[in-house]
């Protein structure tokens, strides 16, 4: 249950600014100090951001995940990086990411670098003082789960099929969750949207074992999130935007806070909250990230107040629909400021 009710968070990722982007297509022509000060100075960026808006949950915003040779999938040995995506022209989709081969044992000797992540962080941060109405500012790490990642991986002789890959992963991503904790890490978010994605035509059942063998053993040790949305790859969903093949049985999960996708979709299936709520704390998307239409204090106050008829306060997050990486970042900065101003508002009346 939330220390803080009304709480407001984000998912992970924070929209790079222009010069990181000119930067990441050009890495090679950096030293590795210079690559550090660059990763460095973004997350300045993205802190920034996130605090002037007064979140109770920061990230670092995934800025230093710029390019494959500093993703997951570098730090995972047993793979071929593709070198270029299979499509490059043309409206934005998601066969314009490309998949990596496999040719070997999957293994991270050097974790998936989430830590190192999680640390600058903190680093960057400091002695922050509070910002908000709650006792601080709390720092959380993203980290995608292992069925999310085997999605861009090709099955080989030695994986046969993406189950096999996700199994492979578990054991990885469920190491580096234990390294986060051991580090101090004390809110982590396992973002499975894959899950989500393809529950309508996967077993759910299966899925909740994947996720619960995956945090089973920082369960009780760290807040466990998880986001579930639609795909947000260039704005663009991938799956079925319905939450009715996933429950009940994605109630199963062992986390602390589920989030759910909910402004983009006009809050259909909003009363889902209701349930979840009765198990978890559950985040709920209140501002669209695909849309440049920016919420209203008014806006977000009657969302908020929406929710409260489902769910207790302190049971409720308030965060966007998803990572803000595919928004600009004046709209994600507007966007956050009256989410936050909203959500206070509210807030505010409940005292």
Known sequence: ??????????????????????????????????????????????????????????????????????????????????????????????????????????????????????ERLRRVVGGIPSVSGCPGVTLKASVPGPYTLSGRLLPNAQYLDRWALTEALLPLVRSELEALVAAGCQEISVDEPSMSCYAHREDPRRFVDIFNRTVESVRGKTRVCTHLCFGNYKARAVGPRQLAPMFPTFLDFHCDEMHVEMASREFAELDCITAIAARTDVAVGIVDVKS????????????????????????????????????????????????????????????
């Open 1 to 118: 249950m939330n220390s803080c009710p009304l709480r407001t968070s984000v998912i992970g990722s924070y929209p790079f600014p222009g010069w990181l982007e000119l930067a990441s297509n050009q890495l090679d022509r950096f030293g590795p100090d210079d690559l550090a000060e660059l990763q460095n100075d973004a997350v300045i960026v993205a802190v920034h951001d996130q605090l002037e808006s007064g979140l109770d949950v920061i990230t670092d915003g995934e800025q230093t995940r710029l390019d494959f040779n500093l993703s997951f999938y570098g730090y995972i040995d047993g793979i071929d990086l593709e070198s270029s995506p299979p499509r490059r022209w043309g409206p934005p989709a998601h066969d314009q990411r490309g998949k990596h081969r496999v040719k070997g044992e999957l293994k991270a000797p050097r974790g998936l670098g989430a830590v190192e992540e999680f």
């Open 292 to 351: 440049y239409y920016i919420e209203s204090v008014d806006d977000i106050t009657r969302r908020v107040r929406r929710c409260l008829e489902l769910a207790p306060a302190d049971r409720l997050v308030f965060a966007p629909d998803c990572g803000l990486s595919q928004t600009a970042r004046w709209a994600s900065k507007r966007k956050l400021a009256t989410m936050v101003a909203g959500v206070h508002q509210v807030r505010r009346e409940l005292v």
